[in-house]
T-cell receptor, first 111, second 114 residues
């Protein structure tokens, strides 16, 4: 099935460190979403982006909609143990009525 | 506002059986999308409904079907279950006006096929 390239695939970091991950697509998107998923649960929406170049923050999280509209980035500052989980990006084009998801970034935080 | 609810949360079936999963969207949301999540394939789009009409469908066999009711609640059905259908089935709701609206997920239904 169709998936977006998301990197890194996984990362171990120390508590307090900053984290960056990104997502790339061969298609242009109108909307980028970032989610976090804990084991056995549904993805929880973190940030929504609607315009190329847009930079949006949600607490310690900051995401950007790439100017080419084919990529997006998520940064987590000063990571804490509860940031552990899998982060997914998702992109959609108006009129397609569907999202394509990234392969996920598994984050592990060492206290 | 209550979030997206899915029932049941867990289901165990045997090969050849059929199953129906239910999803109630956030109040006021008219679009419901269904996704299948497996370790190997990740999150894959199944179909999307808006005002009881299917607007898009993913690359899944005809054994996977869905419908939406006038109150926006949705069901998906899988007939003649196969071992490979074991997955977390996720439902997401959105306003649905733009076609790329923000989606909010439910907790999922974990289906195990034996």
């Amino acid at each position: 099935g169709q998936q977006l390239n998301q990197s890194p695939q996984s990362m171990f970091i120390q508590e307090g460190e900053d984290v960056s991950m990104n997502c790339t697509s061969s298609s242009i998107f109108n909307t980028w979403l970032w989610y976090k998923q804990d084991p056995g649960e549904g993805p929880v929406l973190l940030i929504a982006l609607y315009k190329a170049g847009e930079l949006t923050s949600n607490g310690r999280l900051t995401a950007q909609f790439g100017i080419t509209r084919k990529d997006s980035f998520l940064n987590i500052s000063a990571s804490i143990p509860s940031d552990v989980g899998i982060y997914f990006c998702a992109g959609s084009t108006s009129g397609t009525y569907k999202y394509i998801f990234g392969t996920g970034t598994r984050l592990k935080v060492l206290a | 506002k209550a979030g997206v609810t899915q029932t049941p949360r867990y289901l165990i079936k045997t090969r050849g059986q059929q199953v129906t999963l239910s999803c109630s969207p956030i109040s006021g949301h008219r679009s419901v999308s269904w996704y299948q999540q497996t370790p190997g394939q990740g999150l894959q789009f199944l179909f999307e409904y808006f005002s009881e009409t299917q607007r898009n469908k993913g690359n899944f066999p005809g054994r996977f079907s869905g419908r939406q009711f006038s109150n926006s609640r949705s069901e998906m059905n899988v007939s003649t279950l196969e071992l490979g259908d074991s997955a977390l089935y996720l439902c997401a709701s959105s306003l649905g006006d733009r076609g790329s609206d923000t989606q909010y997920f439910g907790p999922g239904t974990r289906l195990t096929v034996l």
